[in-house]
């Protein structure tokens, strides 16, 4: 979700994070110290086992509010969060890449699927 902020400064990525509860907290404290934030994010809708799988949370600022914002995180031990860079979407870099690995390994696995199935056939 990009918006405008006012004197038409984008949203930065201040913080990413994997609950909501952490994005929550993390804006409550961005906004005590007097700074605009948006909460942006989704959730997995689904466990495996016994443990949830989490989502991708992110905290914005205005643009012109971000190196604020990253002092605070600072301050409040979040330095592990930080969002180094604005990235298009909810996906970090690493995460694209490894759904990029994932699916490629998916059409390997695929082929060879068909390849056995087509030589079960002709025997």
């Known amino acids: ?54 989502g991708t949370w992110v905290v914005r600022v205005p643009g012109r509010q971000l190196e604020d914002a990253r002092a605070v995180l600072r301050e409040v031990g979040e330095e592990g969060n930080l969002d180094g860079e604005e990235e298009e979407g909810l996906l970090s870099r690493d995460q694209r890449a490894t759904l990029v690995v994932a699916g490629a390994g998916l059409g390997l696995l695929g082929v060879v699927l068909i390849i056995i199935v087509i030589v079960e056939a002709a025997g």
Do not use: C, H, I, N
């Open 1 to 54: 979700m990009k918006g405008r902020a006012a004197g038409g400064t984008g949203w930065a990525v201040a913080w990413r994070g994997a609950t909501e509860v952490d994005a929550a907290l993390v804006a409550g404290q961005l906004r005590a110290a007097g700074l605009d934030v948006l909460v942006d994010g989704s959730q997995t809708p689904y466990r495996a086992m016994t443990f949830p799988l989490g």
